[in-house]
Each structure stands twice: as structure tokens, then as C-alpha cells.
């Protein structure tokens, strides 16, 4: 018992000493490491018994007091290194992640034409490396889509939001199985774009990979233009990995999602393999407003209107068309906006996404100040509501998961 205690003890001496040595700043909590250790810890020793828990956790110990040793990378168990790859269905695509290097150098051909030289520097640097569309895999997890999955719910995140994905994990991403049918979850992950702090970030995410096994990460730096990387990437490894996956969730990782809603959803109605669904935008127009975030210059977009594209904060989709989806991403230029690029995506495969009034990507309502963003009641009712801080996530997944009693539930599914 006394041993038991020591070590226990020892392991939280270690690990505050670690955080102590690390600048944090940004939304990286210094807490991290010990809550991940923590909840190692107590997953690790449900439903065993005490013998083996104390086993289980002396393994824990002496793994995560290796991980952090200077210089030394210890993969995670085994169980997540699986490099048996699940045969693809139809075609004769690669089987592995088969980019090794991220070697890409500026087209200069550009800077010498006029409409170039008229271009903001952010869309110059977005055009000069455009041809660079795919990178070496710095975090892999093939197994994530071993055997028979019904959905896979895929979160885009960044290096330093760990405190939303471990609230996702705690909520709406929980991995689980309902009615016989698997649900896997996993975040996309670049770089850290913080140059000052991109080693100890890059540390911590490891760390965090290393504990949950949950992150697919590339090595191209996370930035607003990179979303479309993002795409592309995920599109390539779903492609190359996940034969068997019947439906995908994609969305951002400050949303809301009802798992019941998506599964009610899905059973009330037979739906064909280009099911395509979300908050979907008819008729948009590029944006010419130099202050605007989603600014785009007249030069990358000539347009009057933007094809029909879903809200990126979340939407569903299909298994087979995802895949799908892979092919006519590889026919087109990269665009900065990314959900607008995945609705050109569709464009070249003739799907037109379906709007669906359960997909809340831009808040309840237009009033941002409005208390109908926060009613229980009509999120109970949605599949997407976005634009939540954790701790507010949290607040409103407990309040919808009580017994909570509604009037009537807004007929949209």
C-alpha cells in the first residue's frame, strides 16, 4: 500500500516538474498533463481487478516517466500501432500514408505577372506553395477504422485547443457503441504555428496522442488558409484507411453535436451514397470587403457565385462519397476558404448538398445576445449548434443529458 502511495506520488512530483519547465501560453491549461495522467489512470483500472489495476498503473508509470525523457519518442502500446492497413474496396490506391516528404519549393513563376504583384501577401504565400498538397504524417492512427464502423466523427483542432477536445471527449465524441453500431472519434491536427513555443506544444499534443490515441496530425503549420490542407489530408487518409465507414461527421471543435439527433436522423430515411448534409449556403458571393476575414481577391475567384457549400462547422456525409470526394479534390486547385472548396468538390461530382434546420452552424438565432442561444430545449432538438467555449459545452450537454422535461421537441429531424 505505502509502495502503491509512493509511486503515486512520485509520478505527480515528475510531471509537475515537467509542466514547471514549460512556457505555456495561449489556451494550453498547465493542468493538462496531470488531468491526461490522471484519467489514464482511472480508465486504465475500470472493471479490473485490484491486482491487475496496480500492475496496469505501475506500466502507466514507468511509460509516460519514459516519454518524456530528452530526445526519446516511445510510440504508444501497441494496440494503436497496427500497420496492417484494411484493403481498399475498388481500386488500387495506396494502402499506407505514402507521402514522406515535405520538400516543396516556391512556384517563382508567379511573382513576375501583373495580377500576381497586385495580391495581399497572405494570398501570395497561399499561391506561391499551392501546389503543395500533401505532407508527411506526423501522428498516425489506421486502426481508428478497423472493421465495421457506422460513423466517425472527425474534429478539426489546433495544437493549443486541448481543453475543447478533451471536452468533446468527455461529451459528444465519447467513443461508444449504440444499437451495435461502433462510433470512433478523431481531431486533425497541423503544426503549431507559434514559433516560439511550436516545440513544447508539439510535446504536449504527443503527449496527448500518446494517452488517447485519437489525433491525426500533419506536418504543415495550422493557419486559416491551411484549412483546406486539412481537407484534402483527411479526404487522402479516409480514403487510403477506412473501407468500411458508413457515415462521416466533420466539424469544428467548439459545437454542440446531438449523437441521438444524428442517429434519428440517419434511421428515419433511406439515404442513397451522396448524402450530403448540413447548413448549406445557395447562391453565396465571394466576398470582396479587404477587412473581411473571408476576403477573396477578384485574381483567385472571378466568379459571381460560389457553388452551394455546407458551413463548416459541421456537416454529414457518407462514407462512399467521402471517398469520392478524395478523387475530386485531387482534380482542383487549392481555394483558402475550405468549406467553400468541398462544395467545388461537390460541384465536380453533381451533388448537391441538402439543407437540413437542425444543422445550427451560424448560432440558433441571428441575435448573438439572444437567450434562445442558450435554451436546453432547442438544443435538445438539434444534430449542430456552433460556437461554444468548453465550458459551455459542457454546461449544455449536462443540461440536455438531465431530465429535462420540454414542451415538445421542434419537429426537424
Known sequence: MYQWVYKRASVMFFLAGVALTVVQRGSISMGAPFELERQ?????????EPGAALEKNTDSYLRMKGFWKTGRHHPPPKARTNTEQPGTSDDSSPRTWDVTSSNCSANHNLSSQEWFKGLEDNFKQFLLYR????????????????????????????????DRREV???????????????IKTLFLLGKSSNEAEKANHQRLVEYEDYIYGDILQWDFLDSFFNLTLKETHFLKWFHTYCPNVQYVFKGDDDVFVSVDNIFEFLDSSKHNKNLFVGDVIFKARPIRRKENKYYIPQAMYNKTLYPPYAGGGGFLMDGTLARRLYWAADTLELYPIDDVFLGMCLEVLQVTPVKHNAFKTFGLVK?????????????KSMIVVHKLLPSDLMHMWNLVNSDLVCSKKVELL
Request: with cysteine; charged share 25%; hydrophobic share 30%.
Open 40 to 48: 489514464a489512470r482511472m480508465h486504465g483500472s475500470q472493471g479490473a
Open 168 to 182: 468533446i471527449r468527455k461529451t459528444w465524441g465519447k467513443e461508444q457503441v449504440v444499437d451495435g453500431k461502433r
Open 367 to 379: 441575435n448573438k445576445n439572444s437567450k434562445l442561444n442558450r435554451e436546453p430545449c432547442f438544443f
Open 131 to 162: 501546389h503543395c498538397r500533401y505532407f508527411p504524417m506526423t501522428l498516425n492512427h489506421p486502426e481508428k477504422c478497423t472493421g465495421e464502423i457506422y460513423l466517425l466523427m472527425v474534429i478539426k483542432s489546433v495544437a493549443t485547443q486541448h
